[in-house]
C-alpha cells in the first residue's frame, strides 16, 4: 500500500485507483484504510469515512484509519464522534502530536478551554520547541482570558427590538400615521431604510409630515435613510475583494481545491466559514480578514502561509 500513498501525495489518483482496484481486499484495514485517503484527495468525505470505518471494524487498533475518520468526521460536522476517537488516540503514550492538537482545536470550538490547554501542555512538555503547538497555546491561553462581551449582545438585542418597534408607538399625525402605512412603513426599521426623497415621491406625503418625521427621528438620536446607508456601506466592504483583481499564478494551482490540501481541522473549518473553495479564493483574502474569521488565529494563519510557501504563493497584501 505504500505504492498507493506515493501515487496520491502525486496526485495521480486514476493510477492510484487501478492498483487499489487490483488489490481489491474487503477483509483487509490496509486496502481500505489507502481507498480512504483516495476518496479523501478526491473530496469525497461521505466515502472516505465509510472506508475508515470500514478499516477498524478490520482492525480495531488501526490508529491512521482512526485518526483520518476522526478528522473527517470533524469536518463532516459530527464533532461529539471526532472527540472520542481523538480521545481514544490521545489516550495512548506517547501520543500522536496530531491527534492532540485537533482534539484541542475541537476542545477549543466547544467551549472546552482547560481541556484544550491540556491537550497542547502535553504536547509541548514532550517537544517544548513545537512551533505550531506553542502559537496554539497562546491562542488558547487568550480565548481563556477573553470575556464574553455580554454588554455588547445586549446591546445588539435591544438594537434589533428599537428597529422592530411598531410606527403606531410614536407620537404622529393621522395623516402622517396612514401615509406610511400605505407605503408598508410599519416599524423604525422600515422608516431608517427609507430616504427623504423616496417619502416625498410618495402621493399625498408633504413638507409638514416629512418635517414631523425628521423631528421625531432625531429625539432618538435617528435620521431617515440611516439604515440603509449602512447596509449599503457593509455591502460595498463585502465585495471590496471581489473587484481588486483575480489570483495571480498558473492556472493548475490556483484551481486546486483546497480540499486536497492537509490542513488541520481548525484551519480547514475556519475556510469553510469563509467559502473558500480554491486557492485562487484563498490568496485574494489578507492576513487581516482570515484573522476576523470566529477562531481563526495564529496558528491557523501561519499554517496557511506555509501552505501557500509550498506553491510559491502568499496572501493578499492589504492596501
Request: hydrophobic share 40%; proline share 2%; net charge neutral.
Amino acid at each position: 500500500m505504500d505504492t498507493v500513498g506515493t501515487l496520491i501525495r502525486e496526485r495521480k489518483l486514476g493510477e492510484a485507483e487501478r492498483v487499489l482496484q487490483q488489490q481489491a481486499d474487503q477483509n483487509s484495514a490496509g486496502w481500505h484504510y489507502a481507498m480512504g485517503l483516495l476518496a479523501d484527495a478526491r473530496g469525497e468525505a461521505e466515502r472516505a469515512i465509510g472506508h475508515y470505518e470500514a478499516a477498524l471494524q478490520a482492525d480495531g487498533g488501526h490508529q491512521a484509519a482512526a485518526f483520518r475518520l476522526a478528522r473527517d468526521l470533524d469536518l463532516y460536522g459530527e464533532e461529539a464522534r471526532a472527540v472520542a476517537l481523538y480521545e481514544s488516540l490521545t489516550s495512548r503514550s506517547p501520543a500522536s502530536v496530531n491527534a492532540l492538537l485537533n482534539l484541542a482545536a475541537l476542545y477549543e470550538d466547544l467551549g472546552r478551554y482547560e481541556d484544550a490547554y491540556k491537550c497542547v501542555d502535553r504536547v509541548l512538555r514532550e517537544h517544548p520547541q513545537h512551533q505550531r503547538a506553542r502559537a496554539f497555546l497562546k491562542d488558547i491561553e487568550s480565548s481563556m482570558t477573553m470575556h464574553y462581551d455580554e454588554a455588547q449582545e445586549r446591546s445588539q438585542a435591544r438594537r434589533s427590538a428599537i428597529l422592530d418597534t411598531p410606527i403606531s408607538d410614536f407620537e404622529l399625525s393621522v395623516r402622517s400615521r396612514n401615509c406610511l402605512k400605505k407605503m408598508n412603513i410599519n416599524t423604525l426599521g422600515d422608516l431608517l431604510r427609507i430616504t427623504e426623497a423616496e417619502l416625498l415621491a410618495y402621493k399625498n406625503f408633504g413638507e409638514t409630515s416629512l418635517a414631523e418625521i425628521k423631528a421625531m427621528l432625531k429625539q432618538k438620536g435617528l435620521r431617515l435613510g440611516q439604515l440603509k446607508e449602512e447596509e449599503t456601506r457593509a455591502a460595498r466592504a463585502r465585495s471590496l475583494p471581489a473587484r481588486r483583481g483575480v489570483a495571480d499564478g498558473p492556472p493548475e494551482v490556483l484551481n486546486k481545491y483546497l480540499s486536497e490540501i492537509e490542513f488541520s481541522s481548525r484551519s480547514r473549518k475556519c475556510l469553510q466559514r469563509l467559502n473558500l473553495v480554491t486557492i485562487g479564493d484563498l490568496i485574494m483574502k489578507t492576513e487581516a480578514e482570515l484573522l476576523a474569521t470566529k477562531n481563526f488565529g495564529l496558528t491557523s494563519l501561519n499554517e496557511i502561509k506555509q501552505r501557500l510557501a509550498e506553491y510559491n504563493l502568499t496572501l493578499r497584501k492589504s492596501e
